[in-house]
T-cell receptor
């Protein structure tokens, strides 16, 4: 069965610091997809990135970057020069073939990031 | 384009009652999924519907049911409510039932069972 672990429950940083959110996943499939979502206090999950299991290239989007390493089953998320608006709960999620025809997302428990001014 | 919409925003029910939650997907999206998010936890998959058929079901009791309409909107029904059903119920839509399509989430319906 698939599983996503986000060991960091809460992280607090001061504005302009860099912060890395960890994500470790488990799956028996060779084809799978990894996601990061942001959940601000309003509650709506905002899609940030999707990676497939065959593409291990790191990706950078503005202040956001993602480090995908199959060897350690990790998909970590780094925010550079954090801002107060980055404060939210961040979820890592996995979608694989074990759910049959449904592409359900299996979420981690989330990391609450607080950026202090 | 409008995003995923859900109604109502908030709901308070009593144990044993029934509740219906509604979701309208992004225009052109044919797949709708439902998730339950208990406070302090990540969302848990309940159902996926595609082309009006159930395509997947999570580990939830039969008190939970759903359906999808010809316009691809969806309803989630929960019977015989328990205190443990109190949660944020999220609806997500995607263009397809499978493949590497990300799911886009609505704002959720916060259900409180007293």
């Amino acid at each position: 069965a698939q599983k996503v672990t986000q060991a960091q429950t809460e992280i607090s940083v001061v504005e302009k610091e860099d912060v890395t959110l960890d994500c470790v996943y488990e799956t028996r499939d060779t084809t799978y997809y990894l996601f990061w979502y942001k959940q601000p206090p309003s509650g709506e999950l905002v899609f940030l990135i999707r990676r497939n299991s065959f593409d291990e290239q790191n990706e950078i989007s503005g202040r956001y970057s993602w480090n995908f390493q199959k060897s350690t089953s990790s998909f970590n998320f780094t925010i550079t020069a954090s801002q107060v608006v980055d404060s939210a709960v961040y979820f890592c999620a996995l979608s694989d073939l074990s759910s049959g025809s449904a592409r359900q997302l299996t979420f981690g428990s989330g990391t609450q990031l607080t950026v202090l001014p | 384009d409008a995003g995923v919409t859900q109604s109502p925003t908030h709901l308070i029910k009593t144990r044993g009652q029934h509740v219906t939650l509604r979701c309208s997907p992004i225009s052109g999206h044919k797949s709708v999924s439902w998730y339950q998010q208990v406070l302090g936890q990540g969302p848990q998959f309940i159902f996926q519907y595609y082309e009006k058929e159930e395509r997947g079901r999570g580990n939830f009791p039969d008190r939970f049911s759903a359906r999808q309409f010809p316009n691809y909107s969806s309803e989630l029904n929960v019977n015989a409510l328990l205190l443990g059903d109190s949660a944020l119920y999220l609806c997500a839509s995607s263009p397809s039932r499978a493949g590497p399509y990300e799911q886009y989430f609505g704002p959720g319906t916060r259900l409180t069972v007293t």
